[in-house]
């Protein structure tokens, strides 16, 4: 092989140089490409570059002589029944994005003992001789709602931009444990992550901690029973792992169901006892132009929980994209 010159395509806007990489020639290890990168092989629009760079359209890659860069065989799909699984959770479609209502219990990608998840039934919706839908952010295991799962490399590229940038508004549901004071606010508490694996948790820690990780979060009290119970609307600032699971606990108010935060005060005797934390709305800028907002139906047990204290959802909106 010769070397060749290869343009960075209108899909492929903001991917860093070793996605690209990855996408059109998966055999070539990172290692591999941060030697090539160092030597100079690889080259961007003629310069030097990290493997970290960002990448924008009409932007000429040279690519010199490469190992064997067959492209492994996809794995095979999920069985039909996942398959169906994953189609049923499809809130909106288009040619560029996918929006999922994940059930609560799923995990969204793989780890120790996790044979099942949303990363892998994904397999389910590659096109014929096409990219594989990917995952743009994830949400956790216990955790139901809004999962935003890009078309190809490119989208997800955009769309990941957004993320960083600030542009997505995230809004979560929670059932929580009492009523917090004052009724609505931003929790600012650092939080830091203690242990290791499946044991570690995440705890509040003091600003200036040496492992401190700044962390935002907006609520806002929709309803309560008395001091027993409230349903509280929250907004991520940041996306710390648990960050809303801990900020919650923080303020005396565990959210129900939660089997990792919140000990024995945020299980209830005579309610499902499974976290009641909903990721409820997403809005964003489309890649394709205007902004797209989504919203999810709660699943089955928050609705159990809803219709016991009497809290009223209302209806669910249908997607809608703003030109």
């Not at 990172?30 to 092989?41: A, Y």
């Not at 479609?93 to 780890?111: F, M, P, R, W, Y």
Request: glycine share 10%; with cysteine.
């Amino acid at each position: 092989m010769s070397v060749q010159n290869r343009i960075v395509s209108e899909d492929e806007a903001d991917l860093r140089l070793d996605r690209w990489f990855r996408r059109h020639y998966p055999n070539l290890t990172q290692g591999g490409l941060q030697k090539l990168c160092r030597k100079g092989q690889v080259r961007v629009d003629g310069g030097r570059v990290q493997p970290n760079k960002r990448l924008y359209p009409g932007q000429s890659i040279r690519i010199p002589p490469l190992p064997d860069q067959s492209r492994p065989a996809p794995p095979p799909p999920p069985n039909p029944e996942l398959i169906q699984q994953m189609r049923d959770m499809i809130l909106y479609e288009d040619e560029q994005l996918i929006v999922l209502n994940k059930s609560s219990g799923l995990a969204t990608q793989g780890g120790p003992g996790i044979t099942v998840h949303v990363d892998m039934m994904l397999e389910g919706l590659r096109p014929e001789g096409g990219e594989k839908p990917r995952l743009v952010h994830r949400i956790d295991r216990d955790t139901s709602g809004l999962l935003l799962v890009a078309r190809t490399p490119g989208v997800a590229a955009k769309l990941a931009a957004a993320f960083r940038s600030r542009e997505v508004s995230k809004t979560y549901w929670a059932v929580v444990v009492g009523r917090p004071t004052p009724p609505e606010g931003v929790i600012d508490q650092p939080l830091a992550k203690v242990g290791a694996g499946g044991a570690s948790l995440i705890v509040p820690v003091e600003r200036g901690d040496e492992d401190a990780m700044s962390a935002k979060s907006a609520y806002e009290t929709l309803d309560a029973t008395g001091k027993r119970f409230s349903w509280l609307a929250l907004s991520p600032w940041t996306g710390r792992t648990h960050q809303l699971r801990v900020h919650t606990e923080s303020l005396g108010t565990p959210i129900l169901g939660d089997p990792r935060y919140g000990g024995a005060a945020a299980h209830v005797e005579g309610f499902p006892d499974r976290l009641h934390l909903h990721a409820r709305m997403l809005a964003f800028p489309h890649p394709a132009g205007g902004r797209l907002e989504v919203t999810a139906p709660l699943p089955p047990h928050m609705q159990e929980t809803f219709q016991m204290l009497g809290f009223i959802a209302g209806d669910t909106p249908k997607p809608r994209r703003s030109r």
